[in-house]
């Protein structure tokens, strides 16, 4: 496979984020974007932790089951992360279709980005990815520089 990924860094205080799905894999990136971003999440039901930050109001939900309409809005990026392949697939699609950045879950090729493991403190932002091949070896990477960055005082 061509090495087609560059990393960047975004802002996205403000930006709109689509979330299709409303299982384990949304959440666990729903958790990482939420208090910077502004989140809605399309699924018919969602995880009892998606629900609470519904309760607080931190995110939107729209319980109901994807339709193509719902791409019109003006989202920044859209995750694909439903438990049907195929509809993961459909949305993936329908975003390249209309020029949006895609993720779709277990789909690499179809997908315009990857959530890297990321550490960050007052000095050091660090994002680390296997481009979707492994991400506990990525999280395993990410906690030995968190640790080497840690415990060694680093002059800038």
Do not use: H, W
């Not at 384990?24 to 939420?34: Q, S, T």
């Not at 000095?123 to 968190?146: F, Q, V």
């Amino acid at each position: 496979m061509k090495n087609k990924y560059y990393p960047f860094i975004f802002d996205l205080s403000d930006k709109r984020l689509l979330f299709v799905g409303g299982g384990k894999v949304a959440e666990r990136k729903i958790l990482l974007l939420y208090k910077i971003a502004n989140i809605t999440i399309i699924a018919p039901k969602v995880t009892k932790i998606l629900e609470e930050l519904f309760t607080n109001k931190a995110v939107k939900i729209n319980y109901k089951t994807f339709e193509d309409n719902d791409l019109k809005e003006n989202y920044t990026l859209v995750f694909a992360c439903t438990n049907s392949v195929e509809l993961n697939r459909k949305i993936g699609l329908l975003c390249q279709k209309n020029k949006m950045l895609v993720f779709v879950a277990g789909d690499k090729e179809l997908s315009d980005f990857y959530m890297p493991a990321v550490f960050k403190n007052e000095k050091y932002l660090i994002a680390l990815s296997t481009y979707g091949n492994s991400p506990t070896s990525a999280k395993k990477i990410r906690d030995y520089i968190k640790g080497i960055l840690t415990n060694y005082n680093f002059q800038l």
